[in-house]
């Protein structure tokens, strides 16, 4: 008569064998979060990210700085490296401060600001929060 493993001892194994992988695994997922942690962290000032989908190529444009003036469609950054951008911004772009949806023009001096724009258009996404 053959004797079975119970099932229990499946169970640990698939357990110990799921954490294996995960352990492998881990480090890949750390340094993806390094490297956009490193780019796309708090020491932004500006980027060009080129990206390609069935449309073609699209080259995105990110500014990064203090506030330094808000109008009806722009706002100017002035950003770590002493650069002051212009930078227009579309009337249906998401402007959001703190994670919430606002208005530009309630968007203040001094305070530090993310835009994204594609090419040399007008700023689609607009990312504030309080001065620190």
């Keep these: ?3 079975r493993l119970p099932k229990a001892l499946w169970v640990v194994a698939a357990l110990l064998a799921v954490n294996l992988v995960l352990v492998f695994a881990a480090p890949a997922l750390a ?3 390094g490297l956009q942690d490193l780019f796309f962290g708090p020491k932004l000032v500006r980027a060009e990210v080129i990206l390609q989908d069935g449309a073609g190529v699209h080259l995105y444009r990110i500014d990064r ?3 330094r003036n808000v109008t009806g469609d722009s706002l100017t950054l002035l950003e770590r490296d002493g650069t002051v951008v212009p930078i227009a911004v579309s009337p249906t772009a998401e402007v959001l401060f703190r994670g919430r949806r606002v208005p530009l023009g309630s968007l203040r001096r001094g305070m530090t600001a993310t835009a994204v724009r594609e090419g040399d258009a007008a700023a689609h996404i607009v990312q504030a929060s309080p001065r620190k």
């Design 31 to 33: 340094l993806t979060r």
């Design 1 to 3: 008569m053959k004797k």
């Design 65 to 67: 700085g203090r506030i």
